[in-house]
């Protein structure tokens, strides 16, 4: 499979109170990368809508983070496309130190969709060909995620006119946002979490306002963003910076 | 005086839902260019920290918008420190399409203010000479802000984490979403703002619950962010899309 590579500096705007690089921030160049390598393989974006009237969307995040990006670091990002079958793709993103140290891994799942009808289209071989992608058979299973207590931490978050991206809906990456806020200052002032997973359900449209949820146990967070019915899930892993 | 430049794509993440680059986007990467200007005269934050004590801290924005950069645009952006005076140190930055023309411009004032009693010191010379910045008596009057009705549109927000920076305040490029977001979408989706003015007063801190308040009269909408007391004025003028 071929690989994308970007140099990044990590500017004061991506970093949080305690000068790590923002969630946010890591999934948002996460989407831009993948964005950026099929634009540069001649299958980008717009391309596949005119093509095929689909879009590409992202269904789940498995990542493990040493040490998150600090403010002014430079750091280098890879991404390929590691495999698929008929309905997923599998993306690894690693972001690196200066030093050649991995810094942290995202492991993401990715469907296509059909733009008009919403409903997830087989994965053709030519729309994944040129990302030399291998061609797998198994499905791999998805993380099984523990239901909620009856009373969780909860928080409810309105979305914003800044949330909206141009599909119309919140940005993927704002979901980390609501359901790290949650967990209050305190805890994300001492806190770095080192293990994510997350899985998106259904899509928050503008006007919603969602209810962030959380059962903090130890070091062990499950979350979900909830507003009529479950817009995502996530369990992460914590440590004390 | 020298001028700084950096070539710009613009990101996904950093468009609304009309593709337009966000406010917040603009004014966070102004910053971060003056910062790196700084750092490229040897005369970073972290120097101005470690021999004064001293911070830059902005307290207006003059902008003039012809355009707002579009995603996935190349911009080129150009700042300098204009002039100073015994107060005040005023600094443009440019932002130009590919073709040259410029799109839109910003006019900053910045003070510097001593990190231990957050009081307003006086420019020395020697911190502002490395930019070749040229020294004025005047003092540039500001704005004159409209008072606000009675009753004005409102909504609350309340400050969650990721708002805060490294200096444990909202960074200043917040208060754009909050100012904004108040129009609501339909508004927001058929208009664009071609000219700013805001004055920041007072820093907001965590746990703060702010009152985003507006009067749109025609075309102009006149904005207060205010929690105890008044933290930033706003007046745009906005253009049909």
């Known amino acids: 499979m071929l690989t994308y590579t970007k140099k990044y500096t990590v ?5 949080d109170a305690n000068g790590n690089m923002k969630l946010p921030s890591i999934f948002n160049i996460v989407l831009q990368l993948s964005g950026e390598q099929s634009h540069s393989l001649g299958i980008s974006d717009d391309w596949l ?8 969307v992202v269904v789940e995040y498995d990542v493990t983070i040493n040490r998150l990006p600090r403010f002014s670091e430079v750091i280098t990002i890879e991404t390929f496309a590691k495999s698929y079958n008929k309905f997923f793709c599998y993306r690894d993103f690693v972001f690196f130190a200066e030093n050649g140290d991995a810094l942290l891994t995202v492991n993401s799942t990715f469907v296509l969709i059909d733009i008009s009808s919403r409903k997830v289209a087989h994965v053709e071989d030519d729309i994944v060909a040129p990302y030399q992608s291998d061609k797998i058979s198994k499905i791999i299973r998805g993380h099984k995620y523990t239901a909620l207590s009856d009373t ?11 949330d909206i991206d141009q599909n119309g809906h919140v940005n993927n990456s704002k979901y980390f946002d609501w359901m790290t806020d949650v967990l209050g200052y ?15 359900s259904k899509e928050v449209l503008y006007g919603t306002t969602v209810t962030s949820r959380v059962d903090l146990v130890g070091v062990q967070s499950f979350h979900e963003i909830v507003s009529e019915g479950k817009h995502a ?5 914590w440590k004390e910076k």
Chains 1, 2 share one sequence.
Do not use: C, G
């Not at 500017?11 to 970093?15: A, M």
């Not at 969780?152 to 800044?162: A, G, I, Q, T």
């Not at 806190?191 to 994510?196: A, D, G, L, M, N």
């Open 11 to 15: 500017p004061y705007y991506e970093t």
């Open 49 to 56: 809508k005119e093509t095929y009237n689909y879009a590409w």
């Open 152 to 162: 969780p931490l909860e928080k409810s978050y309105h979305v914003r006119f800044n």
């Open 186 to 200: 305190d805890f994300l002032s001492t806190h770095v979490p080192s293990k994510i997973q997350l899985k998106y």
């Open 233 to 237: 899930q996530s369990e992460m892993t």
